[in-house]
């Protein structure tokens, strides 16, 4: 296998932070992640499989184990059984945007919104990434998945990965352990073939951003060159010349919480309703059907609130650094933890914790992570 010497995490990853693991693996096909993967796994020792390192914050410490850089790439354009859309399968390590570009020049409608977002294939499902009112399970078919606990590889659906608000089965959420742990090898996506024609845009919060009436109509190559600008514009597009790319993206994410504790949240706080997950399939045994068929849950459904919204309303605004600290809030997002030049690990982690203590006292809510930390406590 393709044993490389180790580089630092730092150089790595997006955040900017971590020391040189153990040893590192480039696997370059899928055969190649499958072996290592295998190999590491029957070995017992600490592991982490990386790819675009931009949801990643690593510790200081080296890392004592073995890192595997996936760097699959290829796109396979594949028919769907439905008339008027097409499948793409990817492989895990193609760089997400670049997966955007190409459903554009084909096209392809269903992913446009989330152009800019840095990051592989590969990671899209673990969390779910979305932006502006779209989001990968909207369009996610499958994924070709090598379980961690029997080593086989299987063809896993969207319905069995527990897609959620920035989460899934896979996900290393902060203090937990994946449900499913496993590393995904290629994902397929179905898209609507449009065409290159200007359409309405259905959705709200797409409109919104891009400032599009109703009845305005714009073709994908134009909502994807905005969403790019707009990206730019809040620091969330990866540019060296900009420290306030060095970053996870949205460090901390939007709170869901109930719709009760919601109302003790000023009025001005930002929030959307969150669909509740209802099952439209309820089956009564015949022997304990009376003829009355009882009604649906009518719970309140939860309401996502804007955390951005809380930071900033917690008196900590948009390039807020700690005293010499160089680790700092984005001067254009208050949602993205920033480096700002030779950050080590523990200055972005005090910053965080200092950032989650005033939200918690003056709301009474403690925000959570969002990328996945590795040798790293808040």
Sequence with gaps: MPDVEPLPLAQLTTLRTGGAPARMIDARTADEVVAALREVWGGGDPWLVLGGGSNLFVGDEPFEGTVVRILTSGIELLPSPRAGYARLRVQAGHDWDGLVAFAVTHGLAGIEAMSGIPGTVGAAPVQNIGAYG???????????????????????????????????????????????PGVILSVTVELEAIGHAERVIRGGQLRAALGLAPEDAVSLAWIRDHVLATRARKGMVLDDADPDTHSAGSFFQNAVVSAAFARTLPDACPRWPVTPDLDPVRVIPLAEFDGIVPPLRGDLPDVKVSSAWLIEHAGIGKGFRLPRSRAALSSKHALALTNRGGATAAELAELARFIQGRVQSEFGLLLQPEPVLVGVEL
Excluded at 160 to 171: D, H, I, N, P, Q
Excluded at 172 to 180: E, F
Aim: glycine share 8%; proline share 2%.
């Design 134 to 180: 779209q989001e990968i399970v909207q369009t996610l078919v499958e994924v070709e998945l090598i379980d961690e606990a029997t080593g086989d590889v299987s063809t896993v659906s969207a319905a069995e990965l527990g897609l959620g608000f920035r989460t899934s089965v896979l996900k290393h959420h902060y203090g937990s352990v994946p449900l499913r």
